[in-house]
């Protein structure tokens, strides 16, 4: 592996019977990058994200992830990256406090670290009047920023996003990229999928799939150059438009 880069894909391939969930897909992500995975639903990117957290077992190829073997170090990958899923990221029915508490025990903080970090959360999202009411009480965004800071609790040196900014106003996903430039800037590779084109423009470098292959991969820039195209979103719409496939 190459000490420049977090994530290392060599001809990744997930199969369920005869269906190629994804197919022979081959990339590095650089250390401290914030890389854009996106693809429409059923290109499956969901599926190759799950494979680099270890939460899913490739059927052929290989990748390193933060330097560990994805066949042989699963367990060590975990406890290197953070991850956030749209879906399910905090304990509804825990406070944030309760939730940090938790998330730190998993991650083997001790006690002290826990109120050192629980502190500088509290302060960093202005949650002082928040911190021990439920977390399904809180709006959205704020959900959203406390899920990050909560995936990026241990000092990940990878964390991966799934959709984060997903159902929140444009205001609220600017703040929440600007905690993602933030983490970018402090060494943590970044590891996003999305939906929003224009959050596309935001990444050093982005990855388009097309029915479970990597069909583009450039800078924004670059990328928009290639396809002729005034934006993300149109660079996006033509690559799409050759998909087969809608399920994931």
């Not at 190459?2 to 994804?22: E, M, P, Y």
């Not at 914030?34 to 052929?60: D, E, H, Q, V, Y």
């Not at 066949?71 to 879906?87: L, V, W």
Request: glycine share 8%; proline share 3%.
């Amino acid at each position: 592996m190459n000490d420049d880069h977090a994530i290392s894909v060599s001809q990744l391939t997930k199969r369920f019977g005869s269906f190629t969930a994804v197919d022979a897909v081959t990339f590095n992500v650089k250390r401290g990058e914030i890389f854009g995975f996106l693809g429409a639903n059923g290109a499956g990117k969901t599926t190759a994200m799950r494979m680099l957290c270890g939460l899913s077992f490739p059927t052929s190829g290989q990748a390193t992830i933060a330097g560990f073997d994805l066949y042989r170090d699963a367990e060590k990958i975990k406890k290197s990256i953070g991850y956030m899923s749209q879906k399910f990221s905090l304990y509804e029915d825990l406070t944030p406090r309760e939730n940090i508490r938790f998330y730190g025990g998993i991650y083997g903080l001790t006690d002290q670290q826990i109120k050192s970090k629980t502190d500088f959360m509290v302060d960093h999202l202005h949650l002082e009047n928040q911190v021990d009411n439920l977390v399904k009480s809180l709006p959205l965004g704020w959900k959203q920023k406390l899920s990050f800071s909560v995936a990026m609790l241990h000092q990940p040196k990878i964390v991966f996003l799934d959709e984060p900014t997903g159902g929140v106003d444009p205001v609220t996903r600017r703040e929440f990229w600007m905690m993602i430039y933030e983490a970018a800037h402090e060494g943590t590779t970044v590891f996003v999928t999305t939906h929003y084109m224009d959050e596309a423009e935001y990444c050093d470098r982005v990855s388009i799939m097309v029915d479970g292959r990597l069909d583009a991969l450039d800078t924004p820039l670059e990328l928009k150059r290639k396809f002729n195209a005034p934006s993300m979103e149109e660079v996006f719409i033509q690559l799409a438009r050759k998909a087969k496939r809608s399920d994931n």
